[in-house]
């Protein structure tokens, strides 16, 4: 597993990886579809922090021991050895926020309409996490561990 | 006072297609595109659109179209909309009216109307891809004669040599200085010059201490009318002296970089204090007369041991030829012309509309006067200004060019727009400003890479095309005005640029 490594000097704040990480994960993966003719419009893994003129995008940071692992009541949460990305399962949680409360980052987000939490799973399925190749600056950048 | 300026630009949204993201409204240092949440509707402020279509290339969605606005006065050949506008701005300022980037004026382009030869039949065209092909340039000063000796078999050159500087290609970036551009659009320029194996050109503003070792053998270094950062060490550091007496942009006055752009590590670089503006005077002080341009020269070369080419650049004026040939004469060893359509960051619109001849004129005229009084081979000429393609380059070179400096090009290359705001110092691409959030926008490894690609892909062509002529070295084609030939001009044009008509 590899991870995404932000550049915050050359972040532009332009929340682009916020809305590609939208497209991602919803049903067609196309942009305009996602945003104005789909029902359910996905919430984003990633959140661009801001205190201007600093500006720098926060996803999960898939920790070697992840706080929100050791917190998960029901193990829905858990760190699985052979991708070592932190994976979470909605069959199992419960919904009790307790891995929001102990993400040192603010990386875990709560869905208030479903009650669950969405984090980010790089893009499970994607060539490439979203955020990193629509990035118009190459602010975020995927670092492969091989 | 209520404005009665009418709107540059109309921005065209598609609802169809915009998704609400606000990257346009983010993106905008202008203030154009405005969110609105109680209706979920974006709003544009067109009246502060600039055109620089960064928002059109941000969108994701391809929803935005800045075009020009379709309001018009009534039709007029004297009073075009442009006059309109200057001069209401005026009656509501009273002040000049600013601009940046070169003349956008409709004054005949040379390069147009001038096209290149090829081989048929009686001499063969030579495959860049297959045979070798020289793009490597020298650039200073020559031997009158070339004397050689052989010493046990071995060849010595008698001859005094002067120096010279070795170029991989024929295009050198021209003078943006640090404090005009940003730090990182600055060191782009550094550092794409030095991968490619040529020069860029630090303008007026200095050369930071800590590029100098990395990046020094690739520096010209400019002494201009208001001196500013230049001390020994700076001048040692560059691998060329250039001294500034004008800019094709505005020819016959300084310059004034406005303190609120003068930070800290510029006001270091430049050495004056923070916040202060940066005045360059109309004339450089010290001189007055040829003599007197000798006498900076030869100080420069004393303060560098004789050790670097000094190149004297001047603006095409009427009588740039004669100029030209007191400039070889007065010792320099590089005659720098930069033409009616050179850049600047901040000129009055008048002076750069109206003053300075082009620049195609001005090479021919001092190529020709130089060759003719035999001191042709004492200098290198750089010409400047108005060179947007590979083939503006080697059209150049055929007037007599040994190398061109391009700046205009080199800023398209890295996102500029030519939306002529440079002044502004809220240049959405990050190149033309200071502020801390704007300079995030150019990425130095992607600028560099940028100017890197231009390069390369200019010099692939230019073989090509040298290829084509059957010539195997740019050298053979420099001054051979025999590949060149006029279409559309008048005889007096093809007499100034020393060119015969197409069929002739």
Redesign the interface.
Same mark, same amino acid.
């Given at each position: 597993m590899g991870k995404i490594q932000v550049k915050p000097?050359? %972040?532009?704040? %332009? #929340? &682009?990886c916020e809305?590609?990480c939208q497209v991602a994960h919803s049903k067609s993966k196309n942009?305009?579809k996602?945003? &104005?003719y789909e029902k359910t419009i996905p919430m984003s893994r990633v959140v661009v922090e801001e205190n &201007?003129?600093l500006?720098f995008p926060m996803q999960c940071r898939h920790c070697q021991e992840p706080d929100c692992v050791s917190a998960c009541i029901s193990g829905a949460l858990i760190k699985d050895s052979a991708s070592g990305k932190v994976i979470h399962d909605p069959s199992k949680c419960v919904g009790c926020f307790s891995c929001v409360m102990a993400c040192p980052y603010g990386n875990i987000f709560v869905n208030e309409k479903t009650r669950e939490i969405v984090k980010c799973d790089l893009c499970e399925g994607l060539d490439e996490p979203y955020c990193v190749s #629509?990035c118009?600056?190459?602010?975020l950048v995927y670092v492969s561990d091989d | 006072m209520y404005s009665h300026l009418l709107p540059e630009f109309v921005v065209e949204r598609r609802e169809? =297609?915009c @998704? =609400?993201?606000?990257?346009c409204e983010?993106?905008c240092p202008n203030g154009v595109h405005v969110y609105d949440s109680d209706l979920d509707t974006m709003f544009s402020l067109e009246e502060n659109c600039v055109g620089c279509q960064r928002c059109a290339v @941000?969108c994701?969605?391809n929803a935005l179209s800045v075009r020009h606005h379709p309001a018009e006065y009534r039709k007029n050949s004297s009073w075009t909309r442009d006059r309109f506008q200057n001069l209401k701005k005026q009656a509501e300022t009273g002040g000049v009216v600013l601009t940046g980037s070169g003349n956008d004026k409709s004054y005949r382009i040379y390069w147009d109307h001038l096209v290149l030869n090829a081989s048929q039949v009686t001499n063969p065209s030579i495959d860049p891809l297959r045979e070798p092909m020289e793009l490597k340039t020298f650039i200073g000063r020559k031997p009158d004669t070339l004397k050689i000796n052989m010493e046990d078999g071995e060849p010595r050159v008698e001859s005094e040599l002067h120096p010279n500087l070795e170029l991989e290609t024929p295009i050198v970036f021209s003078a943006m200085s640090y404090g005009a551009i940003s730090y990182r659009a600055y060191k782009s320029l550094a550092r794409a010059a030095k991968e490619s194996g040529t020069l860029f050109n630090t303008g007026e503003g200095g050369l930071p201490a800590e590029m100098r070792a990395e990046f020094g053998s690739n520096a010209v270094v400019q002494c201009a009318s208001g001196r500013f950062g230049v001390d020994k060490d700076y001048l040692n550091s560059a691998a060329m002296l250039e001294i500034k007496i004008g800019q094709g942009a505005k020819p016959g006055i300084g310059g004034h970089l406005p303190g609120e752009k003068v930070a800290e590590h510029i006001a270091v670089t430049r050495m004056i204090p923070r916040g202060t503006d940066a005045l360059s005077p109309a004339p450089q002080h010290d001189i007055y007369s040829i003599e007197d341009l000798s006498m900076l020269i030869y100080a420069l070369k004393e303060a560098t041991n004789y050790e670097k080419p000094v190149s004297v650049k001047v603006a095409a004026v009427h009588n740039v030829a004669a100029i030209a040939s007191g400039i070889v004469r007065a010792g320099a060893d590089i005659v720098a012309i930069d033409g009616l359509r050179g850049g600047t960051g901040a000129a009055p619109l008048a002076t750069r509309d109206n003053v300075g001849i082009p620049m195609e004129l001005a090479l021919a005229a001092v190529d020709k006067r130089l060759r003719d009084e035999g001191i042709r081979n004492k200098c290198s000429i750089l010409a400047a200004s108005g060179i947007r393609c590979s083939s503006d380059v080697i059209k150049a070179i055929a007037l007599g060019a040994d190398a061109v400096y391009i700046g205009t090009a080199a800023l398209v290359a890295m996102g500029c727009t030519l939306c002529q705001k440079c002044y502004t110092g809220k240049c959405a691409w990050?190149i033309c400003t200071q502020?801390?959030?704007l300079v995030?926008?150019l990425?130095p490894? @992607?600028s560099t890479q940028r100017l890197v690609n231009l390069l390369s892909g200019w010099s692939h062509e230019i073989k090509e095309m040298l290829g084509g002529m059957g010539i195997n070295a740019v050298e053979s084609l420099r001054g051979n005005r025999e590949h060149l030939r006029g279409i559309g001009l008048q005889e007096w044009e093809l007499n100034t640029l020393g060119v015969k008509g197409a069929g002739e």
């Open positions: 000097e050359v %972040c532009i704040g %332009c #929340h &682009l809305i590609w942009i305009i996602t945003f &104005l &201007l003129p500006t #629509h118009p600056n190459e602010a | 169809d =297609r @998704i =609400r993201c606000r990257a983010r993106q @941000i994701p969605t990050g502020d801390p959030y995030k926008r990425n490894e @992607i």
